[in-house]
């Protein structure tokens, strides 16, 4: 069983919860899926057929490709005429509107000719027609080259270019003027403009069922496939003819299963697909990571990762944006790796990828790529502690991304030069690899982003955290110079266990740095800050001296929630202690209160014990260097008692019931905290004094050697 998975009863809520989840992401991917009525056939043109001959099980049309329906409708676009209803009334008013008003001007300046004149230029205008300048634009955007002018119920066909625009007829009515005899300047103080009412009117329904019956007579089909006729056997190329043939036989099916109730059987096919990959991951969890299922943040963080993936697929595959390959599969491992462990990375990547390819028409190609990536984001970041990391996995990934796709390309009978266009390797593939590869790096700017949003520490976090010269740690080395040293050392013991016995070595190191922080509020009050033989407990009781000791572990709390350190961290300050007692003072208070029955309530910590391997390791090593400092002699068999005695009586209490820890984890810790105490505390040997001899006086001089340097 998984250390990280400790026996717990399954609850009505626990299996309610999970369900819960389940059901939600079938649901929402089931809903979001394509369903296109596929046939199950997977060709491609230029590649051969995969399977045996393909013979017609009944008559099916031969549809027309997009680019041969899009001439088509080019073609009749040119013909088609849009209608412009001829309103009559509206010259004739506006020669009257414009003769009445003449008679209003002085005869003397406005000769009846002027008149005569404009009103012969108002008719030739009305007759060729004027139109608005919205509906001319329309027209003139649409290519229109000619309309159909009708009025009641005949109808005309004229050239566009000859029917005038409301600012055309103007110039019309202008035109040559001074050369006939008539004052241009005259005639423009008669308003011309208030005369020029358009009288041709954009029929927007008859112009619609005119391009309608014109797109209506175009024939989506261009022949007919037989039943029994054969369309291509085993081996043979995908031509463009077979390529159209079979892409007809699909679009024959689709329109069958959108018709009958072999739609819903793909629903349900659907349906049973995404619960069993999905019921998969649910097993893992139970099986072996349990702890995740216990903890919000993780459940939310992975549900939202596998979801998000499978919609942006099927988003792109139902829209024939993108291509999927544009989009960094590899993070979602990346992400999973550094925010919890490798195995769980890569068993979501599996799952995210079988999801992910049941909108694509090759997933073969797809899930042998992204397993390919997958693998090699989770083994390229065993360890994430700097950013050049995350540049150097997004290289690795793209680089086994290619190779795997360019080595199925090679088993499909591609060639990297020469052949047609159906034969040869197609470059843009390999190009939408890449570009999904720079797309990766934005991996770390968004490893930053769900840290804020989910409280969980990446290791770039630790890494920076651990750094001595941070503002905490350089306080705390500055104020209380004892407890750095001292926490230094547990933070080195801690890393060594941790990493003997597969623990998360660099959040034990970063917890241990930060464990005793507290300790800065009251230094004075902890031995290993105390210099010159002044003990201030001396002028305490030992109840007054318990507080002040164990309020190292509060003020520690509230000097990590005053910095914002993460909550695993703050995690090792409230459990290196754990709910053990003071027992220096509450011994002494015994010893000093006989008769009296103690309270152990006063004297103990207030934990809890630690949940995690990691947290453990902290408090063995904690305890294991403090108490090495009080040693008088320091030997093999001194260190070993020492180590012994302290991690037994910890066991003894029950310190470690709540983590998941083993007994061989115990044992590794006790040889790895042996071994580097002798090495620490290590005995010196004295070097022999020389001794001269005074030639004068007969007598032996002393003479110290320099020290040696090593």
Known sequence: MSRYNKPINITKKNIALQALILVATVVVLVWFLPRDGRSGLRFDKGRPWPYGQFIAPYDFPIFKSDAQLAEERDSIHRLYEPYLELLAQTGSEQIAAFRSDYRKHDASEFPASYRTFIEGRLRQVFERGIISNSDLQLLQADSIVAVRIYSGTEASTRPLSTLFSQKAAYDFLLANTDSLGYSRLKLQKLNLNNYLE???????????????????????????VLA??????????VDEDAYQKLVSYERHQATKVNATKEKRLQILGQVLYVAVVCLSLLFYFNLFRRDYLSNLRSVTLLWILVISYPLLTSFLVSHTLLTVYLIPYAMLPIFVRVFMDSRTAFLSHVVTVMLCAMSLRYPFEFIATQLVAGITAVYSLRELSTRSQIIRTAILVTFASLVVYFSIDLIHGRTIVGGDSLTRIDWTIYRHIILGGVLLLFSYPLMYLLERLFGFTSNVTLVELSNVNNELLRQLSEVAPGTFQHSMQVANLAAEVAQKIGAKSQLVRTGALYHDIGKMQNPAFFTENQAG?????????????????????????????????????????ATHHGTGLVKYFYISYQNAHPEETVDPIPFSYPGPNPQTAEQAILMMADAVEASARSL???????????????????VAEGFFADCPITFEDIRIAKDVFKEKLKIMYHTRISYPELRKRDEGAGNMVVQALPPQTK
């Open 198 to 224: 358009p009288n041709l009117s954009y029929d927007r329904a008859k112009s619609e069922a005119e391009w309608q019956g014109l797109v209506g007579s175009l024939s989506p089909s261009s022949g007919m």
């Open 228 to 237: 029994g006729q054969s369309v291509i056997d085993r081996g043979e190329i």
């Open 533 to 573: 033989g002044v003990n201030p407990h001396d002028k305490l009781d030992n109840r007054q001296s318990a507080t002040i000791i164990l309020r190292h572990i509060v003020d520690g709390e509230q000097l990590a929630d005053r910095h914002r350190l993460p909550r695993v961290i703050r995690d090792f300050i």
């Open 632 to 650: 008088k002699e320091y030997n093999e068999d001194t260190i070993s008692s020492l180590v012994n005695r302290i991690i037994d009586s910890q």
